[in-house]
């Protein structure tokens, strides 16, 4: 593994990541912070957190708070990522389905903004795709739970911005079934 991470470029710890994605998904929930971790005070409230404010891919500015009220389905993705890849049009086919019902998924891309574009328009996203400079990556990833920096990473969001679950890989219809179903209800 090592020499295939010198090969092509490859952090141990991207590999690491990639093994973990395909010997299935993994979930938890973990302090935000190292700070709140020593504190023993995890957030677990959306809003505590500091500001989510990122452009779409138009250029327009958005704040996560604009959503609020609504069961998030927050995705961080990437157009090299195989696994994104897989579970974005499941997440178009609940966007198109739950949206009545408070759903709002928001997909946070960690590419560049040509790409992400095109895919979208290709693929036909029917949420909205904010984005973040290859600068704010690592520390966007972490602060919302996800410090191995593995993608897929899925945040969940309650109606009242608790943060009810993460997880590092693909989220699927099991996943949507048991966790995301029941708050819209």
Not at 86 to 110: C, N, R, T, V
Not at 126 to 151: C, F, K, M
Not at 154 to 167: A, C, H, P, W
């Amino acid at each position: 593994m090592i020499e295939f991470a010198k090969k092509d470029k490859l952090s141990l710890k991207s590999c690491i990541g990639i093994a973990a994605v395909l010997s299935g998904y993994i979930s938890f929930s973990m302090p935000v912070t190292a700070a709140q971790a020593e504190n023993a005070k995890p957030v677990n409230k959306a809003w505590a957190l500091p500001a989510l404010i990122l452009n779409d891919l138009n250029g327009k500015e958005h704040n996560l708070y604009e959503w609020r009220g609504k069961v998030i389905m927050l995705n961080f993705w990437a157009t090299w990522c195989g696994p994104c890849q897989i579970e974005i049009p499941y997440f178009m086919k609940y966007q198109q389905h739950y949206a009545g019902q408070g759903l709002q998924i928001i997909g946070i891309g960690l590419d560049e903004t040509q790409k992400l574009r095109n895919y979208a328009r290709t693929l036909g996203i029917n949420y909205p795709i904010l984005r973040t400079g290859p600068e704010q990556h690592y520390a966007l990833l972490n602060q919302w739970g996800d410090p191995s920096a593995v993608l897929p990473f899925t945040v969940i969001i309650d109606r009242e911005g608790r943060l009810v679950f993460r997880q590092i890989g693909v989220f699927n219809d099991e996943a949507f079934e048991t966790i995301v179903k029941p708050l819209l209800e």
